[in-house]
């Protein structure tokens, strides 16, 4: 069924009657870096009057839980920890909760200070994050793998080198059972007016070298929405997924069974919408700001 554009009074205000629980994104869906999408504070305040469960879902694995919610903070937004649910955190409760991860194991990630944090949280050593020495062909020979390695986790990581990707690689190849997990595996980043190589760009060339298929935690994928369903317990018929990504949060929200809404001030655009062989959204918007009217409407009311 085609997606139903949403801009009328009357449907906005049915959307928001129909649900319970709202899951967001948040880069393009609530802010552009550091920058808000105007009006989204009086929308999430509006539907935070209202008694609907607000959830923070990303794919972002490079900020904590703790740091998102002092962006939020920041920004004006009222969201705490328990709220925030991102793909470094479902890492690190995977590998807490279902691996049953050995206590004398480390974890060597490629990532950045959000996963690293999340998984020292619930007691898991990690290593890799030095390894930013240049090598050369002469100097393979001093990369070796490590027995105490029993995972090899991947998330965005901005200061990506070859030594990381080769201790990843033999790590991965050469201990067994060892597990090879992707906090996401997003094709693009946004960034600004431009998008960027992702993390599942950079993802695919250790799954190349290895032959080994990563674990992928990250929306649309399975384990990410089994936990998001579970630690919340969710009802799927009276909540709704927001996204800007038609082949990630919307996905995602199909894949659960959940309604959708795509915001058109991130990734997706309109034509991406109407394309009939894009993963179809229940309604789509302008902007997730454009449910600020209805706070307008209630403060002229009372």
């Given at each position: 069924?085609?997606?139903?554009?949403?801009?009328?009074r009357?449907?906005?205000?049915?959307?928001?009657?129909?649900?319970?629980?709202f899951?967001?994104?948040?880069?393009g869906?609530?802010w552009?870096?550091?920058?808000l999408v105007?009006?989204?504070q009086?929308?999430?305040?509006?539907?935070?009057?209202?008694?609907?469960?607000?959830?923070f879902?990303?794919?972002?694995?490079?900020?904590?839980r703790?740091?998102?919610?002092?962006?939020?903070?920041?920004?004006?937004?009222?969201?705490?920890?328990?709220?925030?649910?991102?793909s470094?955190?479902?890492?690190?409760?995977?590998?807490?909760?279902?691996?049953?991860?050995?206590?004398?194991?480390v974890?060597?990630?490629?990532g950045?200070?959000?996963?690293?944090?999340e998984?020292?949280?619930?007691g898991?050593?990690t290593?890799?994050e030095?390894?930013?020495?240049?090598?050369?062909l002469?100097?393979?020979?001093?990369?070796?793998?490590?027995?105490?390695?029993g995972?090899?986790?991947?998330?965005?990581?901005?200061?990506?080198?070859?030594?990381?990707?080769?201790?990843?690689h033999?790590?991965?190849?050469?201990?067994?059972?060892?597990?090879?997990?992707?906090?996401?595996?997003?094709?693009?980043l946004?960034?600004?007016?431009?998008?960027?190589p992702?993390?599942?760009?950079?993802?695919?060339?250790?799954v190349?070298?290895?032959?080994?298929?990563p674990?992928?935690m990250?929306?649309p994928?399975?384990?990410?929405?089994?936990?998001?369903?579970q630690?919340?317990?969710?009802?799927?018929a009276?909540?709704c997924m927001?996204g800007d990504?038609?082949?990630?949060d919307?996905?995602?929200?199909?894949?659960g069974?959940?309604?959708?809404?795509?915001?058109?001030?991130?990734?997706?655009?309109?034509?991406?919408?109407l394309?009939p062989?894009?993963?179809?959204?229940?309604?789509?918007?302008?902007?997730?700001?454009?449910?600020?009217?209805?706070a307008?409407?209630?403060?002229?009311?009372?």
């Amino acid at each position: 069924m085609p997606a139903q554009k949403l801009s009328a009074r009357d449907d906005l205000e049915a959307l928001v009657a129909r649900y319970d629980t709202f899951l967001f994104d948040c880069d393009g869906v609530i802010w552009h870096g550091s920058t808000l999408v105007p009006h989204v504070q009086a929308t999430l305040a509006m539907l935070r009057q209202r008694g609907k469960r607000l959830v923070f879902v990303t794919n972002n694995s490079a900020t904590s839980r703790k740091d998102y919610a002092k962006k939020f903070a920041a920004l004006g937004i009222d969201a705490a920890v328990d709220e925030i649910f991102s793909s470094a955190y479902a890492t690190a409760a995977y590998l807490a909760e279902v691996a049953r991860f050995p206590s004398d194991k480390v974890a060597y990630v490629i990532g950045g200070s959000g996963i690293r944090s999340e998984l020292r949280d619930v007691g898991i050593a990690t290593i890799g994050e030095d390894d930013t020495t240049p090598v050369s062909l002469p100097t393979l020979a001093e990369i070796e793998p490590n027995p105490a390695v029993g995972a090899v986790v991947f998330g965005i990581d901005y200061d990506i080198t070859y030594r990381k990707l080769a201790n990843a690689h033999l790590n991965i190849v050469h201990n067994p059972g060892c597990l090879f997990i992707a906090t996401n595996d997003d094709r693009t980043l946004p960034g600004g007016k431009y998008v960027y190589p992702g993390t599942g760009a950079m993802l695919s060339s250790l799954v190349h070298s290895t032959q080994r298929t990563p674990l992928v935690m990250g929306k649309p994928n399975k384990p990410m929405l089994d936990c998001v369903m579970q630690n919340y317990h969710l009802d799927p018929a009276t909540t709704c997924m927001v996204g800007d990504r038609l082949d990630t949060d919307i996905l995602f929200g199909i894949n659960g069974g959940l309604a959708t809404l795509c915001v058109l001030t991130g990734v997706a655009s309109e034509a991406d919408i109407l394309d009939p062989a894009a993963p179809q959204p229940t309604y789509y918007i302008d902007s997730l700001g454009d449910l600020a009217t209805l706070a307008e409407s209630e403060s002229e009311s009372a």
